[in-house]
């Protein structure tokens, strides 16, 4: 395996890492934050031990985060020093605002937060966790200002073989980033959700702190179903900016080798990707322009017209990702998006209804469905990262063209096994805090400390 194949495979690794803590840090501080906002406005107890649980929990993901992003953003420099060179000028910018203004923001109140439980107001302290959560969401907005420039660039100029920024509004007004933004901050809401339902069912079917669990059963199952609806609402618009921007990506989803109008949907495809045609498939007609134009007709592009296209573009060379990556995990991130909207449904009847959640035997799965968010959010991310090849930054500058040329296969096979085996030490330790402390449940330990007349509780 040479350095590129090693490179994009590290890359991988870390990126799959890292975003399985991302989606639930966007999603869970800000249930937290409602979750407090409940108890200053109502002055209930209840909520002020739930964001205090689920808060605990927020932390210790929120830690396992930051330790698999700081490398993440190293790899440009060592792995990636051809594509750091060409496009830092660009991609350089939102990832500093990022660390400076958001990252900080977050970590800095979230320690006020943290520490500042019975010594600050109310209300300042519920200040804390909001910005918490703000600056959660505005670091997710940075992030994909920089991944909507690779996937669709704009705002830029190529001078003495370097891009430069020209334009930072275009950059921020990125049509790509808005669809793409939302998208991802929802299916952390998603995530955050079934997190918090699927520990809530566990405790609610052993009956422990009923009316604790009740409420934060209710909560989440409100918050997810609105958010997976949103998901969806939002992914479809983000299709139909992909056919227009990106149409080879959407051209291997849906396996469809010739241009067509109308355009059919994939249900079933075996393809013979060798020779660009079809084994065996099962089609759906017009349905796929109806995706793509909201009408029956409409023309989306086939992967030969647009190889043949792209080679007159920009030189010889095959220009289609894989196409059974792009078209599994398509289905694979859309059909897990309608069954968790399906689950999300499922949780908010017995709060519809006014019945108590354990009645219902289906709550007794819903502690399984927490890896699906996790699942629908890798395919994604793959997907969307799989589906640019073989560019690095669409129609700029190829992948094969990004690798760092100083390194040697043996150099990125060690560090790409050794950043395996700490990443899977950390999982696991994650898991483990994550499951014993909400196994645990809301335990508040009665803490003693000495004075001059002897001990308080």
């Known amino acids: 395996m040479n350095v590129l194949t090693l490179s994009q495979l590290q890359f991988a690794v870390t990126t799959v890492y890292h975003f399985f803590f991302v989606p639930l840090t966007l999603g869970l501080s800000v249930l937290v934050a409602i979750m407090e906002t409940l108890y200053v406005r109502s002055g209930d107890l209840t909520y002020r031990r739930m964001a205090k649980f689920w808060g605990n929990l927020f932390l210790i993901n929120f830690a396992m985060g930051v330790v698999t992003g700081i490398v993440m953003e190293f790899q440009f420099g060592m792995n990636w020093a051809q594509y750091a060179r060409f496009v830092g000028d660009v991609f350089g910018a939102p990832l500093a605002i990022e660390a400076l203004l958001a990252f900080f923001l977050e970590s800095v109140f979230l320690g006020v937060w943290v520490f500042g439980w019975d010594k600050l107001s109310k209300g300042m302290h519920l200040a804390a966790i909001w910005l918490v959560a703000l600056g959660s969401n505005i670091s997710a907005l940075w992030i994909l200002i920089a991944n909507s420039f690779m996937q669709h660039p704009v705002g830029y100029a190529v001078e003495n073989g370097r891009a430069v920024m020209t334009d930072f509004g275009a950059l921020l007004a990125n049509p790509y980033l808005w669809t793409q933004f939302p998208h991802t901050v929802f299916s952390g809401f998603t995530t955050g959700a079934f997190f918090i339902l699927g520990i809530s069912a566990y405790h609610l079917i052993r009956r422990r702190e009923m009316d604790f669990f009740r409420r934060s059963f209710q909560l989440a199952a409100v918050f997810g179903a609105l958010a997976i609806f949103l998901v969806i609402l939002v992914g479809h618009s983000q299709a139909q900016r992909m056919v227009q921007v990106q149409p080879m990506k959407m051209a291997a989803a849906e396996a469809l080798w010739e241009s067509q109008d109308p355009a059919s949907f994939s249900l079933f495809t075996v393809g013979d990707e060798p020779n660009l045609k079809d084994g ?111 560019w690095v930054v669409f129609g700029l500058m190829k992948t094969q063209d990004a690798f760092s040329p100083t390194l040697t296969p043996g150099m990125v096979l060690t560090t790409l096994i050794l950043f395996t085996l700490v990443y899977a030490l950390l999982i696991v330790a994650d898991v483990y805090l994550m499951f014993k402390y909400a196994k645990a449940g809301p335990v508040e330990k009665k803490i003693e400390f000495s004075t001059e007349e002897g001990y308080v509780g």
């Open 280 to 390: 065996f498939a099962i089609r759906i007609p017009n349905v796929l322009s109806i995706l793509a134009y909201n009408q029956p007709t409409g023309k989306v592009q086939g992967i030969r017209n647009l190889q043949a296209e792209y080679e007159a573009k920009y030189g010889p060379g095959y220009y289609a990702p894989s196409i059974i990556t792009l078209y599994w995990s398509f289905r694979i991130m859309v059909g897990l998006g309608f069954l968790l909207l399906l689950l999300a449904f499922l949780a908010l009847y017995p709060t519809l209804r006014n019945r108590p959640i354990s009645q219902f035997r289906y709550v007794r799965f819903f502690p399984l469905f927490i890896a699906l968010p996790y699942l629908a959010n890798t395919f994604g991310w793959i997907f969307t990262e799989m589906g640019r090849q073989p």
